[in-house]
């Protein structure tokens, strides 16, 4: 027996569908050492969240088979009681999730949620129990612990929840930690602050860290090890600078290619599981290199194989990395102009609900779109991005400011149907935005019924014709939503969008409830459609890889206010704005070897914002207005130099 | 929390309000007044008339309904004709039955619902969870009058297990132990018919809730801390699965007046059901307005109660 901490042989798990089984997992072995952090990368459905499951015992019992072994300190976790199993989950085996706004039980404390694991796994008195509890807080960056005992979740925000997950899974200092896509619910400030968090437990502990991401960049911050799994197979592992260096498998080698400058690599992946429709066709493209992996192709739920002639050359991929040169189009006058708007929500409290003060969502905010543009306006949640495309449709009323559209001022005027009709809105999440009662036809449907008078038979071909375009086939038209995808879905949001012929859509998060492979086929779907339409973009998103992809001018909200506006490369490049800066170096870099450099950064631009950060506001506490750095980059910045 | 319940309270005012006037119209416009039950048909209709007029009865409705709530909140409800004697007397009593009858059923209601929707939540889709779902399923279809019968013919009058009318023995000395039993023994049967048709419609709540939350990532996390089958019930999935029950406790108490009406006529029991249907009948309208008032209150006081309840279990709410 070696002496890994963790040791997976031969493992395969497979899902109970219909009476028949499925495998997830197929045939993986894999070793994680003490002290050693193993990243699982690959796309969603690849099986990783599965192995994760496997590992813990948290699968569904009666719908799962499990085969094989896996080894922790020699104890075989396949085959140990339920009770055995119990002991081992906490107290050796601790586990942070994904989405930590709902990891959490709503109803306890959270000092009471992290006692619950010490009781279970350690004989304490009630104030040792206590004691414990606020240094484990302290630990993981809790700044008040005796305040944060006694709260509910929902009185922390994002980043503190993750941290009390973690304070949970460290608690009786387990010798393996599970991260399950530890920061992908999170704004990227926050995410690189617990990838720190779980670098520097990991060293105090001597754990063993097993990362499940997509994150190309966050594994090349994170790990010491990385495990490529596809289709249930772990295709390729390597430490990591080796794996950056010199990818092996071709589905590896399509991740690092080398067309692909390192800043893209995550958009590459995108592209590429666009045009090989995900998953299902990368396994054509591997039987041809690679006849070994015939047994994926025969695998049921990998049907679709009709772009089998699909070869992955330099070719190919070059291609799509000219087409994403933008078009630096024939831009015309303003098309939509906001000025100076402020959007207060009032804050009432006592019995009769007086107003006792404005929260300013959006206290300021001025910015220019034209014809035909992208606008990406990013900002961490909280920001008022949200709240300002809201506002520019009319669905939060504007407190003042104005907001012409075409030369009409939008702002507290009824509008009128025509301006209605040229601006519509794609929603967040496809799963909650259309009405489960109501088939596609009437989704489809509903904003031609409120504009136009058609008769049913026109009806129907024009939501024929609109499927079309978003292209789904002309059967979904009596489908009701949960019989699509996410991204299926998705498409019916945007079709629906764009049934009145719109001519400024404003996507908020249009993608972030969908899994990564799928996010490139929906974003890649509206550049197309841009072009076709000459559609124009207000795209708002606290993911500054979509916005790179997508926009061609970005501007960074910050605290209600715009704090810098450039092109896209230009914020990359050369960020002005202190906030700005902690943003773009907070994203994660592409190259392991960066890694303390990246660091060191990190943390300098990290103290430079602690310091500088009031210099940027006026006494008010207002951000300054922006002041032109050349003539296509704005910046807020102070008066006199720094 | 302090200033929510105030709040709750103050909005409650104005619907109470609004009530009473919906109330005093509806009476207005059924056929006959306070007058037509009382009159002797040889007297004749000058009398009437002036008599109309000193009680007021030719006033313009706003002035009538005037008199009505303030008489209602110094406490006079009027006069029961075919008792003769006032509603506030005649409703007290029997309030008294109907409410000991009402906490009864919701203890038995509840009592038989959380073991049920535990147990059918927990293990869905085996024979126990498709037997208690098809109990479910028969308690939604049976119509409550006809279960009640079919209760009080069993249990009452085959095997002879129960009484089958009236609240208490005849010549029961109030306060003594005996009487408190024998109360009970009278209420038992009505309750239990009444609570196995509610107890339905609080069994799917809670299953379907359960089937819910036993899927969220907090119970994940707590598996993942260790915690055993039995304890992330009791811990986790339990409490949060209650929140809805309890939202819908107030409105159990509005079904709980409409099943009163059926059950206290069938069995004979002496409550404000029996004597509302007994009202209507003989056209007491002083009598019916009071009582349609007393219901209206009460399922107001419900969901006021079910507001209180949620924000005590739920901190989410408690904080706003």
Known sequence: ?642 | MWTFTIRRILIMLPQILLLSIVIYLLAKMMPGDALTGLIDPNIGPEAIEAQREKLGLNNPWYVQYWDWITNVFQGNLGQSFQHKLPVTELVSQRLINTFWLSVMTLILTYAIAIPLGLISGRHNDTWTDRMITGYTYIGFAAPIFIFALLMLFVFGFHFGWFPTSGSVEPGAVPGTFDYFISKINHMLLPALSMALITTVSTVQYLRSEIIDTKQKDFVLLARSKGVSESRIYRNHIFRNSLLPVAAFFGYEITGLIGGSIFIENIFSYPGIGQLFLNSVMQRDTSVVTALVLLFGIASILGTLLSDIILSIVDPRIRMK
Not at chain 1, 30 to 55: D, H, P, Q, R, Y
Not at chain 1, 326 to 343: T, Y
């Open chain 1, 1 to 642: 027996m070696s002496d890994a901490l963790l040791n997976i042989q031969n493992l395969q798990t497979s899902f109970k569908i219909k009476d028949h089984y499925y495998a997830a997992v197929d045939d993986v072995t894999l070793e994680v050492n003490k002290n050693e952090i193993v990243a699982i990368v690959g796309e969603s459905g690849c099986g990783k969240s599965a192995l994760a499951a496997s590992v813990t015992g948290l699968h569904n019992k009666d719908r799962t088979k499990i085969e094989g072994h896996i080894y922790y300190k020699d104890k075989d976790i396949v085959n140990t009681s339920a009770s055995q199993l119990n002991q081992l989950r906490g107290s050796e085996i601790g586990m942070i999730f994904q989405d930590p706004l709902t990891a959490l039980n709503p109803l306890m404390i959270v000092g009471e949620q992290i006692e619950e694991t010490l009781i279970l796994h350690q004989k304490m008195s009630k104030q040792e129990r206590k004691q414990k509890v606020l240094e484990l807080l302290e630990d993981v960056g809790i700044p008040r612990p005796e305040q944060t005992f006694h709260q509910y979740p929902h009185q922390l925000s994002g980043g503190m929840r993750q941290r009390i997950v973690i304070a949970i899974a460290i608690a009786n200092k387990p010798g393996l930690l599970i991260a399950d896509e530890p920061t992908t619910a999170l704004d990227v400030t926050i995410q690189s602050q617990i990838l720190d968090l779980i670098l520097k437990l990991k060293k105090e502990m001597h754990a063993g860290v097993i990362l499940i991401t997509h994150d190309l960049g966050v594994v090349a911050e994170m790990a010491d090890r990385v495990a490529v799994m596809y289709a249930g197979q772990i295709v390729e592992v390597a430490p990591v600078v080796e794996l950056f260096d010199n990818p092996q498998h071709p589905y590896t080698r399509s991740l690092f290619h080398p067309h692909c400058p390192n800043r893209n690599v995550y958009m590459l992946f995108r592209e590429l599981s666009r045009h090989y429709q995900a998953c299902r066709v990368l396994a054509a493209v591997f039987n041809h290199e690679f006849p070994g992996s015939q047994k994926m192709l025969t695998r049921k739920n990998l049907p679709c194989m009709k772009s089998v002639q699909i070869i992955m050359s330099d070719v190919l991929v070059t291609n799509i990395f000219t087409s994403w040169i933008w078009r630096k189009g024939e831009l015309i006058m303003a098309f939509l102009k906001v000025e100076d708007l402020h959007v207060h929500f009032p804050v009432r409290s006592g019995v009769f609900k007086r107003i006792v003060g404005h929260v300013k969502a959006v206290n300021g905010v001025s910015l220019e779109l034209k014809q035909g543009e992208t606008y990406g306006l990013v900002g961490e949640s909280g920001s008022g991005k949200t709240t300002t495309g809201r506002a520019v449709i009319g669905l939060n009323e504007i407190t003042s400011g104005k907001v012409l559209y075409n030369n009409h001022d939008l702002a507290g005027l009824i509008r009128s149907k025509e301006i209605q009709k040229e601006i519509q809105m794609i929603f967040q999440d496809p799963y909650s935005s259309l009405n489960p009662k109501k088939r596609v036809l009437d989704i489809v449907a509903e904003p031609l019924r409120n504009f136009e008078s058609l008769t049913k038979q026109e009806e129907f071909s024009r939501v024929g014709q609109l499927l079309d375009q978003v292209g789904l086939s002309k059967e979904s038209i009596f489908k009701y939503p949960h019989e699509f995808s996410g991204g299926q879905r998705q498409r019916i949001g945007i079709a629906r969008a764009i049934a009145l012929h719109p001519k400024l859509i404003i996507a908020d998060e249009p993608v972030s409830a969908l899994d990564v492979s799928v996010q490139a086929q929906v974003l890649n779907f509206m550049k197309d459609l841009q072009k076709d339409l000459n559609l124009t973009y207000l795209l708002i998103s606290h993911d500054l890889g979509i916005i790179r992809h997508m926009c061609d001018r970005i501007g960074i909200m910050y605290k209600g206010r715009l704090v810098e506006e450039a092109s896209a490369e230009e914020i990359y490049q050369n960020p002005q704005h202190i906030y700005t800066k902690r943003l773009i170096s907070s994203i994660p870099d592409i190259d392991p070897k960066n890694r303390e450099k990246r660091a060191a950064l990190r943390d300098e631009v990290k103290r430079e914002f602690d310091k500088k950060i009031n210099n940027y506001f006026d006494s008010d506490g207002i951000a300054y207005d922006l002041k032109p750095i050349s003539d296509s980059h704005f910046a807020a910045l102070p008066g006199e130099g720094l």
